[in-house]
C-alpha cells in the first residue's frame, strides 16, 4: 500500500469513529447527571414548594418521561443543533450560553497550552542534554512537582503571593468593571485590543490572563518535560546519532537537528491528549480565580442541577476533545509514517 493510500485510510477511520466517540460521551453524561443524588426541579422551585407545583414543572422539563425516552428525545435533538434551554437562566439558549462565556475560555486555554509547551520543552531538552548532573535532577523534580500539585491550590497560593501580598497583579475576574471592555471580534480580549490597536486596553486584559495562565500553563508544562526528557534522552543513544558523533558532528548540532526533531513525535501525540487535562484544569482555574469562562459556567450548572447547561457544554468540550484528538493523529500519521500502517 502507497503511503498516500495508507494516510487516507487511517483518516477516514478516524474520521467515522468519531461520531461513535462522542456518542459515547453523550451517554456517558447523560446517565451521570441522571444518577447523581439531587432534583433540578427543587433547585428551582425549593424543597418545600407544592407537589402539584414540582410535577407540573417536571411535565414542563420532560422529567417525567421515562429514561429511555428522554435519552433519545435528547439525540434528537442535538441532530437539529439544539441543546435546549437553561433551567436556572430564565430560559436563555444553551447556543447561546456556549458562545458568552466560551471565548474566555477559549484565550485561557490557548495562552496556557503556550506556556506549558516552551516551559516544558525547554526544561526538558535542558534536562535530557546534561544527564546525571543537577540540571538533569532539577527537570525531574520540576516535573514531578508541577504535575503532582493541586491546580486550586498553587492558584490560591499565587495569588496570595503577587495579587495579595506584593499586590502586583490583579485578580478576580477577567477586566475590571470601571473600564469599558475591548469591542467584540474574536472574543479574546488580548486579541481585539491589537486589532483595534488600543494597547492600553491590551495592557490591561494581559494582566489579568498572568495569573491564571501562568498556573495552569505551568503545571501543564510537566507533562511535556517528562515526555521530552525521557525521549531525548532515548534518542541520543540512537545509531544514527552515534554516527553523527563519529562523523564529528558539533554536539549542539546533533541535539537540536537530529535528536531533538524525532523526540518531539511523542509530544504531538501527548499535546492532544493534554487537551482533555487543559479542560478540566480549567474548570477548577476559572473557579479559583473567578474566570468568568465557560467551564465556569460548567460548574454553576452542576450546582444548579441545571441539565440542559451541564449536558450541552459537556457535549461541546467533547466535540472539541474529539475533533483535537482526531487532528492530533492526522499530524502524527504526516510526520510519522510507521503510525499509520
Same mark, same amino acid.
Given at each position: +500500500?502507497? /503511503?498516500? *493510500?495508507?494516510?487516507?485510510?487511517? !483518516?477516514?477511520?478516524?474520521?467515522?469513529?468519531?461520531?461513535?466517540?462522542?456518542?459515547?460521551?453523550?451517554?456517558?453524561?447523560?446517565?451521570? @447527571?441522571?444518577?447523581?443524588?439531587?432534583?433540578?426541579?427543587?433547585?428551582?422551585?425549593?424543597?418545600?414548594?407544592?407537589? $402539584?407545583?414540582?410535577?407540573? +414543572?417536571?411535565?414542563?422539563?420532560? @422529567?417525567?418521561?421515562?429514561?429511555?425516552?428522554?435519552?433519545?428525545?435528547?439525540?434528537?435533538?442535538?441532530? /437539529?443543533?439544539?441543546?435546549? *434551554?437553561? !433551567?436556572?437562566?430564565?430560559?436563555?439558549?444553551?447556543?447561546?450560553?456556549?458562545?458568552?462565556? #466560551?471565548?474566555?475560555?477559549?484565550?485561557?486555554?490557548?495562552?496556557? &497550552?503556550?506556556?506549558?509547551?516552551?516551559?516544558? &520543552?525547554?526544561?526538558?531538552?535542558?534536562?535530557?542534554?546534561?544527564?546525571?548532573?543537577?540540571?538533569? =535532577?532539577?527537570?525531574?523534580?520540576?516535573? !514531578? &512537582?508541577?504535575?503532582? =500539585?493541586?491546580?486550586?491550590?498553587?492558584?490560591? &497560593?499565587?495569588?496570595?503571593?503577587?495579587?495579595?501580598?506584593?499586590?502586583?497583579?490583579?485578580?478576580?475576574?477577567?477586566?475590571?468593571?470601571?473600564?469599558?471592555?475591548?469591542?467584540?471580534?474574536?472574543?479574546?480580549?488580548?486579541?481585539?485590543?491589537?486589532? *483595534?490597536?488600543?494597547?492600553?486596553? #491590551?495592557?490591561?486584559?494581559?494582566?489579568?490572563?498572568?495569573?491564571?495562565?501562568?498556573? =495552569?500553563?505551568?503545571?501543564?508544562?510537566?507533562?511535556?518535560?517528562?515526555?521530552?526528557?525521557?525521549?531525548?534522552?532515548?534518542?541520543?543513544?540512537?545509531?544514527?546519532?552515534?554516527?553523527?558523533?563519529?562523523?564529528?558532528?558539533?554536539? *549542539?548540532?546533533?541535539?537540536? $537537528?537530529?535528536?531533538?526533531?524525532?523526540?518531539?513525535?511523542?509530544?504531538?501525540?501527548?499535546?492532544?491528549?493534554?487537551?482533555?487535562?487543559?479542560?478540566?484544569?480549567?474548570?477548577?482555574?476559572?473557579?479559583?480565580?473567578?474566570?468568568?469562562?465557560?467551564?465556569?459556567?460548567?460548574?454553576?450548572?452542576?450546582?444548579? /442541577?441545571?441539565?440542559?447547561?451541564?449536558?450541552?457544554?459537556?457535549?461541546?468540550?467533547?466535540?472539541?476533545?474529539?475533533?483535537?484528538?482526531? =487532528?492530533?493523529? !492526522?499530524?502524527?500519521?504526516?510526520?510519522?509514517?510507521?503510525?499509520?500502517?
Amino acid at each position: +500500500m502507497s /503511503r498516500s *493510500k495508507a494516510l487516507t485510510y487511517y !483518516i477516514t477511520a478516524r474520521l467515522l469513529l468519531a461520531p461513535l466517540q462522542l456518542l459515547t460521551i453523550i451517554t456517558i453524561v447523560f446517565l451521570l @447527571l441522571r444518577a447523581t443524588p439531587g432534583d433540578p426541579v427543587d433547585a428551582i422551585l425549593g424543597a418545600r414548594a407544592p407537589e $402539584s407545583a414540582k410535577e407540573e +414543572m417536571r411535565k414542563q422539563l420532560g @422529567l417525567n418521561l421515562p429514561l429511555w425516552l428522554q435519552y433519545f428525545k435528547y439525540i434528537g435533538d442535538l441532530l /437539529r443543533f439544539d441543546m435546549g *434551554k437553561s !433551567i436556572s437562566s430564565r430560559g436563555q439558549q444553551v447556543w447561546d450560553i456556549i458562545w458568552q462565556y #466560551f471565548p474566555a475560555t477559549a484565550e485561557l486555554a490557548i495562552y496556557s &497550552i503556550a506556556i506549558a509547551l516552551i516551559v516544558g &520543552i525547554a526544561v526538558g531538552v535542558i534536562s535530557a542534554s546534561r544527564p546525571g548532573t543537577a540540571l538533569d =535532577l532539577g527537570g525531574r523534580l520540576f516535573g !514531578i &512537582i508541577t504535575y503532582a =500539585l493541586p491546580i486550586f491550590w498553587a492558584g490560591m &497560593i499565587l495569588q496570595l503571593i503577587f495579587a495579595v501580598q506584593f499586590d502586583l497583579l490583579p485578580l478576580g475576574t477577567r477586566y475590571p468593571a470601571t473600564i469599558s471592555a475591548p469591542d467584540t471580534i474574536t472574543g479574546l480580549y488580548s486579541i481585539d485590543s491589537l486589532l *483595534k490597536g488600543n494597547f492600553t486596553q #491590551f495592557l490591561t486584559a494581559v494582566q489579568y490572563l498572568i495569573l491564571p495562565c501562568f498556573t =495552569l500553563g505551568i503545571l501543564l508544562s510537566g507533562i511535556f518535560e517528562r515526555i521530552v526528557r525521557v525521549n531525548l534522552k532515548q534518542t541520543m543513544k540512537a545509531d544514527y546519532v552515534e554516527a553523527a558523533r563519529a562523523r564529528g558532528i558539533p554536539e *549542539k548540532t546533533i541535539l537540536f $537537528s537530529h535528536a531533538f526533531k524525532n523526540a518531539l513525535i511523542p509530544v504531538i501525540t501527548v499535546l492532544g491528549l493534554t487537551f482533555a487535562s487543559l479542560l478540566g484544569g480549567a474548570i477548577l482555574t476559572e473557579v479559583t480565580f473567578s474566570w468568568p469562562g465557560l467551564a465556569n459556567r460548567l460548574y454553576q450548572g452542576i450546582s444548579e /442541577r441545571d441539565y440542559p447547561v451541564v449536558q450541552g457544554i459537556m457535549v461541546f468540550f467533547g466535540a472539541i476533545v474529539v475533533g483535537a484528538s482526531i =487532528l492530533i493523529d !492526522i499530524l502524527n500519521a504526516y510526520v510519522d509514517p510507521r503510525i499509520r500502517y
